[in-house]
């Protein structure tokens, strides 16, 4: 009988941060097609407490996410591939700040993951490909945009078209990731950074999340929110002050 943990998501919560863990370590965290089903509801509960300000996603170990467990691919490749586009259209919805934590591999449905976060602080010697050249898959247009308005078009379809796998310094030049760090220093300058964005205005953070992702008709929702929500006064007011702002508003 196996001993190997079963393959899950895992979280934890604290400080307003929720860390969100991929855990299938029998096979370098590949996610499965229950935990691709297990994402969009554990990120609608997490969206929901208004305690949870910041999102970081990682992996359990020396390893990201190696992408989608094949065997699931025998069934229904199809169905695989849509599974993993849920829950990554599902991660980029989430309306409060995301941030992927990676080290190792980052493959796959692993860098789709990644990619649908907010923001992207690797390790160095992690290693980022996406892959689906090498099965033959076509690669969701929605995932594709992604991609490309992340890193470009040129290494959007350098990455598509070979499936080759590229280093964290090529990731960091390419726009693919937004820090590289010692691999020592990954924990402690992401729970450092989590924390000064869970320190600054939520209203600020969501309203410009929306807009970054290209929604346009909400502008003047926004400024009512401004005028009524309490942030920018208690912003203004702990400037003239010296002190540290305490933002309240919430979704």
């Given at each position: 009988?196996?001993?190997?943990?079963?393959?899950?998501?895992?979280?934890?919560?604290?400080?307003?941060?929720?860390?969100?863990?991929?855990?299938?370590?029998?096979?370098?965290?590949?996610?499965?097609?229950?935990?691709?089903?297990?994402?969009?509801?554990?990120?609608?509960?997490?969206?929901?407490?208004?305690?949870?300000?910041?999102?970081?996603?990682?992996?359990?170990?020396?390893?990201?996410?190696?992408?989608?467990?094949?065997?699931?691919?025998?069934?229904?490749?199809?169905?695989?591939?849509?599974?993993?586009?849920?829950?990554?259209?599902?991660?980029?919805?989430?309306?409060?700040?995301?941030?992927?934590?990676?080290?190792?591999?980052?493959?796959?449905?692993?860098?789709?993951?990644?990619?649908?976060?907010?923001?992207?602080?690797?390790?160095?010697?992690?290693?980022?490909?996406?892959?689906?050249?090498?099965?033959?898959?076509?690669?969701?247009?929605?995932?594709?945009?992604?991609?490309?308005?992340?890193?470009?078009?040129?290494?959007?379809?350098?990455?598509?078209?070979?499936?080759?796998?590229i280093d964290s310094a090529r990731a960091?030049?390419?726009?693919?990731?937004?820090?590289?760090?010692?691999?020592?220093?990954?924990?402690?300058?992401?729970?450092?950074?989590a924390r000064v964005l869970a320190s600054?205005?939520?209203?600020?953070?969501?309203?410009?999340?929306?807009?970054?992702?290209?929604?346009?008709?909400?502008?003047?929702?926004?400024?009512?929110?401004?005028?009524?929500?309490?942030?920018?006064?208690?912003?203004?007011?702990?400037?003239?002050?010296?002190?540290?702002?305490?933002?309240?508003?919430?979704?």
């Amino acid at each position: 009988m196996s001993s190997d943990p079963l393959p899950q998501l895992t979280h934890a919560r604290a400080d307003g941060v929720a860390t969100v863990v991929i855990s299938h370590p029998a096979k370098r965290n590949a996610m499965t097609d229950a935990m691709w089903r297990a994402l969009p509801p554990l990120l609608d509960e997490l969206a929901a407490d208004p305690a949870i300000r910041v999102l970081v996603l990682t992996g359990q170990g020396a390893t990201f996410c190696a992408g989608a467990d094949i065997s699931g691919l025998v069934q229904s490749a199809d169905e695989a591939r849509e599974l993993a586009v849920r829950a990554e259209e599902a991660l980029a919805a989430f309306p409060k700040p995301s941030l992927a934590a990676v080290r190792g591999h980052c493959v796959g449905g692993g860098c789709q993951l990644a990619a649908a976060c907010d923001l992207r602080f690797a390790a160095e010697g992690a290693t980022f490909g996406i892959t689906p050249a090498k099965l033959g898959i076509v690669y969701a247009a929605s995932s594709t945009r992604r991609l490309v308005d992340l890193v470009g078009p040129a290494t959007a379809k350098y990455l598509l078209f070979s499936g080759e796998l590229i280093d964290s310094a090529r990731a960091l030049r390419s726009g693919l990731v937004d820090e590289v760090l010692a691999e020592s220093e990954l924990d402690k300058r992401v729970a450092e950074f989590a924390r000064v964005l869970a320190s600054r205005s939520l209203l600020t953070q969501v309203a410009a999340k929306e807009f970054a992702n290209g929604r346009t008709d909400r502008e003047e929702h926004w400024s009512a929110q401004m005028r009524a929500g309490g942030d920018t006064a208690e912003g203004v007011a702990a400037f003239l002050e010296r002190r540290k702002p305490e933002f309240r508003w919430a979704p």
